[in-house]
């Protein structure tokens, strides 16, 4: 979480977010919220289904779009399509996940999640 929240301080005036971090099977392991976060975000539910894809959110949405399918088509109503999501691998295997949400642009959360991927040094 440090360096997640390292990241985010490189530029504080934006909106607050939150951070999930989860294992392989997308069980919730930390989840912290910056004061004023404003609503509950898909933090949790962006690291589960990197987790549970193994694949970065960002990703998995190209993958549906590309194979012209629907997230419904899954069965699992956690998995959720924006990017914030990114998978933790180790020796190619997944490990775990990290999912941020909160601002306007999920590419912004992505950035802020893959500071926290690179903090775990694996």
């Given amino acids: 979480m440090a360096a997640m929240i390292a990241d985010y301080n490189r530029n504080p005036d934006r909106r607050k977010v939150d951070m999930a971090v989860v294992d392989d099977a997308g069980n919730l392991l930390a989840y912290a919220r910056m004061d004023r976060c ?3 975000t898909f933090a949790i539910r962006k690291a589960y289904t990197s987790a549970v894809r193994a694949v970065d959110t960002l990703q998995f949405t190209g993958q549906l779009a590309s194979q012209n399918r629907s997230i ?3 069965g699992d109503p956690l ?3 924006i990017p ?3 998978v933790a691998l180790k ?3 997944v490990v775990g996940a990290i ?3 909160g601002l306007p642009s999920g590419l912004d959360d992505e ?3 893959k500071a926290g991927l690179e903090g775990l040094n694996l």
């Fill in 111 to 113: 950035s802020i999640a």
């Fill in 84 to 86: 914030g999501g990114v």
């Fill in 38 to 40: 404003l609503r509950p």
């Fill in 91 to 93: 020796s190619g295997a």
């Fill in 99 to 101: 999912g941020v949400g």
């Fill in 72 to 74: 419904e088509s899954f």
């Fill in 79 to 81: 998995l959720i399509a």
